[in-house]
């Protein structure tokens, strides 16, 4: 049974129709790259999955349950963005936990899962910090910290390395690679760079004006693109 599914899903702003019907199954461990250009749709796509947006018509549901109308907070989900969101007044430990806080998780497990977190981010020197005096790359981690302690079944991401320079960004890429390894998270991960998504999924979603024109293996696309899109966007040049 897929984690997250997404069955004929649309979104339709006022008169214009955004989302077309999507379609797509991300299977436990698994992790899935939405990629195309800007305006075709990708966020409005994971919004809808994180329920910060109503969706139009078709059903989302995450680890077996329809979420269409179940609020952020219940749908066992966490979302990365590219801003980082970080509250700028609390120490980086204060930000990490913030959501087991407001779960009311008993201390001692709170400080175990940020443990836990800071060791494989490398943010163990820096949890009395404020996010001021990190660099980006280590308040990207600091928003993966976040995420990672709530352990949710379905990690959302929103071009989450956008905002850092090119080496950085690089390195931030092996870095998420490595953690899916370790921790198998599955995850739907929104990029409009092709490399990213070639690097980091294990199935792409090629999107084009509110389509998921395919869905396949990296290799697999750039070799066999379904459409001339497809095939400029992703494909070999042959
Ligand atoms: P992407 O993330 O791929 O750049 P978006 O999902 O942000 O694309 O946007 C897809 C389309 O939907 C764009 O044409 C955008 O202008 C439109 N759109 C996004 N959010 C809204 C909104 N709240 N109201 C009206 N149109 C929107
Ligand atoms: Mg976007």
Request: glycine residues 8%; hydrophobic residues 45%.
């Given at each position: 049974?897929?984690?997250?599914?997404?069955?004929?899903?649309?979104?339709?702003?006022?008169?214009?129709?955004?989302?077309?019907?999507?379609?797509?199954?991300?299977?436990?461990?698994?992790f899935?790259v939405?990629?195309?250009?800007?305006?075709?749709?990708?966020?409005?796509?994971?919004?809808?999955?994180?329920?910060?947006?109503?969706?139009?018509?078709?059903?989302?549901?995450?680890?077996?349950?329809?979420?269409?109308?179940?609020?952020?907070?219940?749908?066992?989900?966490?979302?990365v963005?590219q801003?980082y969101?970080?509250?700028?007044?609390?120490?980086?430990?204060?930000?990490?936990?913030?959501?087991?806080?407001?779960?009311?998780?008993?201390?001692?497990?709170?400080?175990?899962?940020?443990?836990v977190a800071a060791k494989m981010l490398q943010l163990e020197?820096y949890?009395?910090?404020?996010?001021?005096?990190l660099s980006g790359g280590q308040r990207q981690r600091v928003a993966m910290g976040r995420a990672i302690?709530?352990?949710?079944?379905?990690f959302?991401f929103?071009?989450p390395l956008s905002n850092l320079d090119a080496k950085l960004r690089v390195q931030m890429r092996l870095e998420i690679k490595a953690l899916q390894r370790d921790l198998g998270i599955?995850s739907?991960y929104?990029t409009?760079d092709?490399v990213e998504?070639?690097t980091l999924?294990?199935?792409?979603?090629?999107?084009?004006?509110?389509?998921?024109?395919?869905?396949?293996?990296?290799?697999?696309?750039?070799?066999?693109?379904?459409?001339?899109?497809?095939?400029?966007?992703?494909?070999?040049?042959?």
């Amino acid at each position: 049974m897929a984690t997250l599914s997404l069955r004929d899903v649309k979104k339709r702003f006022g008169k214009t129709d955004v989302i077309h019907g999507v379609d797509l199954d991300v299977a436990e461990g698994e992790f899935i790259v939405i990629v195309g250009p800007s305006g075709c749709g990708k966020s409005t796509l994971l919004r809808m999955a994180a329920g910060l947006e109503t969706v139009t018509s078709g059903e989302i549901s995450i680890g077996g349950r329809v979420v269409n109308d179940l609020e952020p907070m219940e749908r066992d989900i966490a979302m990365v963005f590219q801003n980082y969101a970080l509250y700028p007044h609390m120490s980086v430990f204060d930000n990490i936990s913030y959501g087991l806080k407001i779960a009311k998780m008993p201390k001692a497990e709170i400080a175990e899962r940020v443990a836990v977190a800071a060791k494989m981010l490398q943010l163990e020197p820096y949890l009395d910090r404020k996010p001021r005096e990190l660099s980006g790359g280590q308040r990207q981690r600091v928003a993966m910290g976040r995420a990672i302690v709530r352990k949710p079944a379905v990690f959302l991401f929103d071009e989450p390395l956008s905002n850092l320079d090119a080496k950085l960004r690089v390195q931030m890429r092996l870095e998420i690679k490595a953690l899916q390894r370790d921790l198998g998270i599955t995850s739907l991960y929104v990029t409009h760079d092709q490399v990213e998504a070639m690097t980091l999924a294990d199935r792409m979603v090629v999107m084009n004006g509110g389509v998921a024109d395919q869905i396949g293996a990296p290799l697999e696309v750039y070799a066999n693109p379904a459409t001339v899109f497809v095939a400029g966007f992703i494909g070999s040049p042959a």
